[in-house]
């Protein structure tokens, strides 16, 4: 069942047709009962469909429960990773579910302060975006928004650095007060401390987009979207050496099996299916042996990965594993901010490194050199950038060997 990609839901930044179609139903149960918002979604299993998978429920308490009168939300649009592209869909074509999600969140933990932080390269998105904004702020909803928080609603959209690091929570917090988007120690975390040194919600687009969902049909319906002991639905961006490429929406726990050859109708030209970046190029690689695993967090993670994003990179044989995570590390090693020396240093040699072996010009210790770094690196950062690079290394290294063994000088 589709429930965030129905067509009839994604209207673009039209609200007359998002609330003919049914659109608002959630935010006016949200208003009737805001203390119900929080305990809802704990019913309902909502986690964080950014990457980490942290319970919603949670970090919304987390906020409302923070002292002070002053409360920000930001809605995370940056999605910069290779391979990921499902919020820029929802922002540029249901806007007005990602905002009424927002607006709930709003009014759970009584924040005034709302951002949608967009991707500027997402121009369209930003055009929805900004149309979507100014019609709910002229609609009556917007008026009684304020009123359940007990503040004038401010919300607004803010183009982001456009930077892999900007995405990463304490570095929107830096960007949306008018900074660089550098990436801090944490803790403290941003539901303590973040704009302005005010509790500060991050969430990903997904995840506010279900939060409206749930609001209008209840937690039962949410839980029974999902198949097995699965909740709700997941958008998957599969792209590589598939047929159809493309956003595809299906219910949690479906297996990998039928997101690639049934969605994305199999391999291009005959080849046989060889792996898939499971999550983005920041995560473990699965191969043929893992095409039956439920895609839902706790069975992706079972086998050493991350759902992550949802992005799924798919590899047929006779693509080099090698060459893809080459180019996934010198993404990374060109988007690291410089702060973490054993980032900047350690991702550039890594990158080194692999094109010295994708060339043809390894050495006889190269190997040796990516395993020690492999090892080194993670946690050795501020943020994940360095643990995404070292985990796509180790996982290529565990799982495809004999490709960098071949890439060896043979005396």
Same mark, same amino acid.
């Given at each position: 069942?589709?429930?965030?990609?129905?067509?009839? &839901?994604?209207?673009?930044?039209?609200?007359?047709? /998002?609330?003919?179609?049914?659109?608002?139903?959630?935010?006016?149960?949200?208003?009737?009962?805001?203390?119900?918002?929080?305990?809802?979604?704990?019913?309902?299993?909502?986690?964080? &469909?950014? !990457?980490?998978?942290?319970?919603?429920?949670?970090?919304?308490?987390?906020?409302?429960?923070?002292?002070?009168?002053?409360?920000?939300?930001?809605?995370?649009?940056?999605?910069?990773? +290779?391979?990921?592209?499902?919020?820029?869909? #929802?922002?540029?074509?249901? +806007?007005?579910?990602?905002?009424?999600?927002?607006?709930?969140?709003?009014?759970?933990?009584? @924040?005034?302060?709302?951002? #949608?932080?967009?991707?500027?390269?997402?121009?369209?998105?930003?055009?929805?975006?900004?149309?979507?904004?100014?019609?709910?702020?002229?609609?009556?909803?917007?008026?009684?928004?304020?009123?359940?928080?007990?503040?004038?609603?401010?919300?607004?959209?803010?183009?982001?650095?456009?930077?892999?690091?900007?995405?990463?929570?304490?570095?929107?917090?830096?960007?949306?007060?008018?900074?660089?988007?550098?990436?801090?120690?944490? +803790?403290?975390?941003?539901?303590?401390?973040?704009?302005?040194? @005010?509790?500060?919600?991050?969430?990903?687009?997904?995840?506010?987009?279900?939060?409206?969902?749930?609001?209008?049909?209840?937690?039962? /319906?949410?839980?029974?979207?999902?198949?097995?002991?699965?909740?709700?639905?997941?958008?998957?961006?599969?792209?590589?050496?598939?047929? $159809?490429?493309? #956003?595809?929406?299906?219910?949690?726990?479906?297996?990998? $099996?039928?997101?690639?050859?049934?969605?994305?109708?199999?391999?291009?030209?005959?080849?046989?299916?060889? @792996?898939?970046?499971?999550?983005?190029?920041?995560?473990?690689?699965?191969?043929?042996?893992? #095409?039956?695993?439920?895609?839902?967090?706790?069975?992706? $993670? @079972?086998?050493?990965? $991350?759902?992550?994003?949802?992005?799924?990179?798919?590899?047929?044989? !006779?693509?080099?594993?090698?060459?893809?995570?080459?180019?996934?590390?010198?993404?990374?090693?060109?988007?690291?901010? !410089?702060?973490?020396?054993?980032?900047?240093?350690?991702?550039?040699?890594?990158?080194?490194?692999?094109?010295?072996?994708?060339?043809?010009?390894?050495?006889?210790?190269?190997?040796?050199?990516?395993?020690?770094?492999?090892?080194?690196?993670? !946690?050795?950062?501020?943020?994940?950038?360095?643990?995404?690079?070292?985990?796509?290394?180790?996982?290529?290294?565990?799982?495809?060997?004999?490709?960098?063994?071949?890439?060896?000088?043979?005396?």
């Amino acid at each position: 069942m589709k429930v965030l990609t129905n067509p009839a &839901l994604c209207v673009g930044a039209d609200l007359p047709a /998002w609330l003919a179609a049914g659109g608002g139903t959630g935010l006016s149960h949200a208003l009737a009962e805001p203390d119900a918002i929080i305990p809802l979604l704990e019913a309902a299993g909502l986690r964080g &469909l950014g !990457g980490a998978g942290f319970p919603t429920h949670r970090k919304w308490a987390s906020v409302a429960a923070q002292p002070g009168p002053e409360r920000w939300i930001i809605c995370n649009g940056n999605e910069d990773e +290779p391979g990921t592209f499902k919020d820029r869909f #929802l922002l540029a074509e249901a +806007p007005h579910q990602v905002i009424e999600g927002a607006l709930i969140a709003a009014v759970a933990v009584k @924040a005034a302060q709302v951002v #949608l932080y967009v991707n500027p390269r997402e121009d369209t998105a930003v055009r929805a975006c900004r149309a979507a904004v100014d019609a709910w702020m002229a609609h009556p909803l917007a008026e009684a928004v304020s009123a359940a928080i007990g503040a004038r609603l401010a919300l607004r959209v803010m183009e982001s650095s456009g930077l892999y690091i900007g995405g990463e929570e304490t570095g929107a917090v830096s960007s949306v007060m008018g900074g660089f988007p550098f990436p801090r120690l944490k +803790p403290p975390f941003p539901v303590e401390h973040g704009v302005g040194d @005010a509790p500060t919600l991050i969430n990903n687009v997904e995840t506010l987009a279900q939060a409206t969902h749930i609001l209008w049909h209840g937690a039962e /319906w949410y839980r029974a979207l999902g198949l097995g002991d699965a909740v709700g639905t997941k958008l998957y961006s599969l792209s590589g050496d598939v047929l $159809r490429p493309g #956003l595809h929406e299906l219910p949690m726990g479906t297996p990998l $099996r039928e997101l690639v050859f049934g969605q994305g109708g199999g391999m291009l030209a005959g080849k046989a299916f060889k @792996a898939v970046f499971t999550g983005g190029p920041s995560n473990t690689l699965l191969t043929a042996a893992d #095409l039956d695993v439920p895609l839902d967090f706790e069975n992706v $993670r @079972a086998r050493g990965s $991350r759902l992550g994003t949802g992005a799924m990179i798919v590899v047929g044989e !006779g693509t080099s594993i090698l060459r893809k995570t080459a180019e996934y590390v010198a993404f990374f090693a060109a988007s690291s901010c !410089g702060q973490c020396p054993s980032c900047k240093i350690g991702t550039h040699q890594v990158s080194r490194i692999l094109e010295r072996l994708e060339s043809g010009a390894g050495r006889v210790d190269d190997l040796t050199a990516l395993e020690n770094l492999a090892r080194m690196l993670p !946690g050795s950062g501020r943020c994940g950038l360095v643990d995404g690079a070292a985990t796509v290394l180790a996982s290529s290294l565990a799982t495809f060997r004999q490709e960098y063994e071949a890439a060896l000088p043979s005396d």
